[in-house]
């Protein structure tokens, strides 16, 4: 059982990952997806032939993307559709069609939406759907639902989940899109494929010199395409996995073997002189034992591959659905399983050889004697059993466990790993509260965030303050820029606070709230550690609007942080370093509950609103899906905790009960009863398992800070939370698990045979 957990935690770790990269990679080939994306203000479509012109450029297209507001029947909220042109047949980000047709090029009110949004308002080819643009309301006619490989993880603005029934996507024949936005003869997006082996870099600098007279705001490559990047992440979490997860299981299966055979040696040492006698050497009978240790490996490679395979697959399928692949593709390469056998079957003979090699080259004569008899001796002259005061069964336990001390040793980590592998998994409730806690209650704290599709002047604030039941509003500036040290550069979001900003909060180390500074940017952890700066140090900024200019600018605090890369600084001063006026983006409001009704009815009809984030169902989305992620891999990791823990303590027990039988007997013999004999068994894996739970907590907490530090990207960071119930949840899985093994021998002690034990052994 412990070999066929751990075969079936590598097939299930490196298939599950190979089967999504694969299934990636194919619906990314065979969509087109793009290689680098960029964004415009308004630039002509003659521009198009020079960029393919640029060395390495395989294919560009302009696009032109629109939010709309969304007035959905039953959704008291507004959501938001996001418009992006229609991909040609033979186009970049190609829409795999699931459900009808696509929108004909010259009904500009008909469109494709994304998969996601279909299934949550049960939209069908010919239903209508309500938006509303710069004031303006439209209704759309669906024609189709389809998936496309750059929106596999549909993330609405300022959301930390995808929702999406407040947001979708909708593809619309391009001249529609360019009626709408003024836009006719030009493009607001651009997509470029590059051919193999050119260079992104090189191809970025040229794209971003061209476009930048027309309000380019820096191209990115696909590693910062948010759904490409989410996924990655995703990815990243299993190989973490892979890697963590499956050594655990075959270093305690190496134990196992090693322990029980050596056990089952030492009681064969008679047989085993015999045999040399007969004229059998050290090899046959090494021979022999690395046989019988192959058989048991064989049943739980074919076992673990098995369950592997299975696990394997469903763990792929509810990545596949979650990211909305159109289909998965299951890795069943033949190198893991081979791998997986091969490991396994390395660790089992290792086990084995190291338990033989100390009976296998003795001399006949010396391996047919009887080993010779246990010296026992009181704990210094007996004072430790009367300061104690134990019973007599309990010192013939402890001594019988100090005789054997390795022995003992191994029980002990062997149950240990499987507290470990406990402790190294529950602890990510606590960690996923924290990031709750810290993200939606003590940094963002308001209750709506609205978004405007363009800058504001600051007296707008107080328009906003005005609509029904806000009771406070705060304003925010975002401002897209790329910050760097030396040769790291990272693209991020610059978010400008007002003084003594209280919805919108920056965290300190210590979690206590600090104040914006005047002067300069505060950087999240996350990002001062890509960086490698400090405070005091100064950092590059080049803006990606306005003028585009340069800046060094000083770190002046580092923020608390678990999501994405941010840099803050005073409102005031990112205007001033973007050579703007006192202007504004978006705000973050405190909504009074009784009337969210009226006030999404006035945002939804206001001219200028583009997105709005509502605090409370994001925090319900995240907590679906951390709670549905935690809950299927956790109980996984319970089932093969329980595994090593049944395995470890069954196999103590059978072995002491085989190799204590006469000595048992006699003392049924003596006038012990059946629950005095089993007491005596039963405290020594009482006391073994015990023992463990300290180191296991121990350990525990090593692969937890393993973890963290193997889960963490640049999206997000997951704090690491231990509190006492960790340790304790874990104890008790690995304490039951014990139990049942050991009850599962109590069967096997009343059935003693006290005659037959007795008998002398030929």
Avoid at 2 to 24: H, K
Avoid at 338 to 361: E, H, P, Q, S
Avoid at 584 to 605: C, K, M, N
Wanted: hydrophobic share 50%; no cysteine; proline share 5%.
């Amino acid at each position: 059982m412990v070999m066929a957990a751990g075969v079936a935690t590598l097939v299930l770790g490196v298939g599950a990952v190979s089967s999504l990269e694969r299934t990636r990679d194919a619906f990314y080939e065979a969509n087109r997806f793009a290689d680098i994306f960029a964004n415009a203000t308004r630039a002509p479509r003659s521009l198009l032939e020079r960029i393919e012109d640029i060395p390495g450029v395989l294919d560009a297209e302009g696009r032109i993307l629109r939010i709309a507001i969304l007035d959905m029947p039953g959704m008291a909220e507004p959501g938001s559709l996001l418009l992006v042109s229609t991909p040609s047949d033979d186009g970049l980000n190609r829409l795999h069609l699931r459900l009808g047709r696509m929108p004909d090029p010259n009904r500009l009110n008909e469109v494709v939406v994304s998969q996601g949004f279909a299934e949550a308002h049960g939209l069908v080819p010919g239903d209508k759907v309500r938006t509303l643009m710069d004031g303006r309301t439209r209704e759309i006619t669906v024609t189709g639902v389809a998936i496309s490989p750059e929106f596999i993880y549909a993330l609405g603005p300022g959301d930390m989940m995808p929702d999406p029934r407040r947001f979708g996507i909708a593809w619309i024949p391009g001249e529609g899109l360019a009626a709408v936005r003024d836009l006719e003869g030009a493009f607001d997006n651009l997509i470029v494929k590059l051919a193999t082996g050119a260079s992104e870099a090189r191809v970025i600098a040229e794209v971003d010199a061209l476009l930048e007279p027309y309000g380019g705001t820096g191209a990115t490559g696909r590693k910062e395409q948010i759904s490409h990047a989410f996924l990655d992440a995703e990815l990243q979490q299993l190989r973490g996995m892979a890697r963590v997860l499956p050594p655990i299981f075959l270093l305690v299966s190496a134990l196992l073997v090693n322990m029980t055979l050596g056990r089952l040696v030492a009681l064969e040492r008679e047989q085993i002189g015999l045999l040399k006698a007969l004229g059998y050497g050290p090899g046959a009978i090494v021979r022999h034992y690395v046989g019988f240790v192959l058989a048991i490996a064989a049943f739980g490679i074919a076992a673990g591959w098995a369950a592997g395979a299975w696990m394997g697959a469903g763990l792929a399928g509810m990545y596949a659905r979650f990211f909305d692949f159109p289909f998965l593709l299951f890795s069943r390469s033949p190198d893991t399983y081979a791998i997986a056998a091969l490991v396994t079957t390395a660790a089992a003979v290792l086990g084995a050889v190291n338990a033989v090699r100390t009976v296998a080259w003795l001399p006949p004569a010396v391996a047919m004697a009887p080993p010779a008899p246990v010296r026992y001796r009181r704990f210094w002259g007996g004072a430790v059993e009367q300061l104690l005061q134990a019973r007599q069964t309990s010192v013939m336990v402890v001594r019988h466990l100090l005789r054997w001390p390795l022995r003992t040793l191994g029980g002990v980590f062997g149950i240990s790993l499987a507290v470990a592998a406990l402790v190294g998994s529950l602890w990510s409730f606590g960690s996923g509260e924290r990031m709750i806690d810290l993200s939606f209650f003590r940094m963002d704290r308001q209750d709506v965030s609205v978004v405007f599709s363009g800058l504001a002047p600051m007296a707008a604030i107080h328009e906003v303050r005005r609509l029904p039941g806000v009771l406070r509003a705060e304003p925010l500036r975002v401002a897209d820029a790329r910050i760097g040290s030396g040769h790291v550069t990272r693209r991020i979001a610059i978010l400008g606070l007002p003084e003594g900003s209280d919805l919108s909060r920056l965290l300190a180390a210590d979690e206590r709230p600090m104040e914006v500074p005047e002067q300069g940017l505060v950087l999240s952890e996350a990002l001062a550690d890509i960086l490698g700066v400090g405070i005091g140090d100064q950092v590059t900024l080049e803006l990606l609007k306005g003028d585009r200019r340069t800046l060094s600018v000083p770190v002046r605090e580092i923020s608390l942080g678990y999501l994405g890369l941010s840099a803050s600084g005073r409102l005031e001063t990112v205007n001033r370093m973007l050579g703007e006026g006192s202007v504004f983006t978006g705000a973050r409001i405190a909504l009074d509950p009784s009337q969210e009704d009226a006030f999404y009815a006035d945002v939804r009809e206001t001219p200028g609103s583009g997105f709005l984030t509502i605090q409370s169902l994001s925090l319900r989305k995240f907590r679906e899906t951390l709670a549905q992620n935690q809950t299927i891999m956790i109980s996984v990791l319970a089932v093969l905790a329980g595994i090593i823990a049944f395995g470890v303590v069954y196999n103590f027990i059978r072995i002491s009960l085989s190799e204590q039988g006469r000595e048992l007997a006699s003392l049924r013999v003596l006038g012990f009863t059946r629950s005095e004999v089993a007491a005596i068994l039963y405290g020594e894996i009482a006391v073994v398992t015990l023992l463990a739970q300290p180191l296991g907590w121990l350990v525990g907490t090593g692969f937890a800070v393993a973890v963290v530090r193997g889960f963490g990207s640049e999206l997000y960071r997951i704090p690491l939370v231990i509190g006492p119930e960790v340790y304790a949840r874990a104890s008790l899985i690995v304490l039951g698990a014990a139990l049942a093994s050991a009850l599962l021998v109590r069967g096997r002690i009343a059935r003693l045979d006290m005659i037959e034990v007795l008998k002398t052994r030929e």
